[in-house]
């Protein structure tokens, strides 16, 4: 049996034990100590016993409610289009002209990854953003800045590997598996609450954050389409998220 406090929890916990041969006969506990019925014998009564558990407390605190989580990839840097590893490349008068042009975004919070691309995204949308460090660009070693055709040109195994082993680091930079594992400690150990929160980072970032969201294979990457200025839509919450939209154009909600 329990009983309710004053904090909303159920603090003591009493159950009564009854022996298995124990009934009920006009509102005494009757146990026969027999296994058949034996008249010539007198019933005894056995008392049960008391299992005391109230140094245990059990939270009865509702289940967090549901959170809308969306991903917001900034327009394309001139590095980019160019087909270049991104060295933390600002945006440039295209970038910022579409941007201009967007829908207003609304969202209870927003935060933004520590790219430059992302932090001048919040910025040219009127957003006050709360840069999260764990949201920060894969590092690319010593591609850093160069042309995917050059590195294609120079190391084009190691190349090959990069775009088919999630571990792989022999560029000097962080492997993809790593990036996935970091954003989704982040995840795990983000404060969500009821809300609807934005994040504005990289695609890499973003699909990272799907990836580790549904805990989908990290080779799964490689496997989600997020165009620049679009956006994913994650649901749920921590450790029941689940994928709502991904590629919709950026639009006001």
């Known amino acids: 049996m329990t009983r309710p406090v004053a904090d909303g929890s159920i603090d003591a916990e009493v159950w009564l034990v009854f022996p298995p041969a124990a009934v009920w006969q006009k509102g005494w506990l009757i146990y026969s100590g027999a296994t058949a019925p034996e008249l010539h014998r007198l019933p005894r ?31 394309a840097t001139a590095a980019l289009r160019a087909g270049r590893f991104p060295d933390d490349d600002p945006l440039d008068a295209a970038g910022l002209a579409l941007l201009a042009a967007a829908p207003a975004v ?21 957003l006050a953003a709360t840069v999260a460090p764990d949201l920060r660009e894969i590092g690319h070693g010593r591609w850093t800045g160069q042309s995917l055709k050059a590195v294609a040109a120079d190391e084009p195994a190691l190349l090959s590997a990069w775009l088919s082993e999630p571990d792989f680091d022999g560029h000097g930079g962080e492997s993809i598996a790593h990036a996935v594992a970091r954003v989704a400690r982040w995840l795990a150990g983000h404060p969500f609450g009821e809300e609807h929160a934005l994040v504005i980072a990289p695609a ?11 805990e989908a294979p990290v080779r799964s990457v490689w496997q989600l389409e997020l165009a620049p200025l679009t956006v994913a839509r994650l649901a ?10 991904l590629g919709l154009p950026l639009s006001g909600g």
């Open 45 to 75: 009564i056995e008392s049960p016993r008391i299992i005391d558990r109230s140094h245990r407390k059990m939270a009865t605190s509702a289940r967090p409610g549901p959170v809308r989580l969306t991903l917001l990839c900034p327009p």
């Open 106 to 126: 609304h969202a209870d919070r927003v935060l933004c990854s520590p790219a430059r691309c992302a932090r001048e995204a919040a910025a040219a949308l009127g």
């Open 204 to 214: 890499s970032i973003a699909r990272a954050i799907v990836v580790a969201a549904l």
């Open 236 to 245: 749920g919450g921590p450790g029941r998220w689940r994928l709502a939209a």
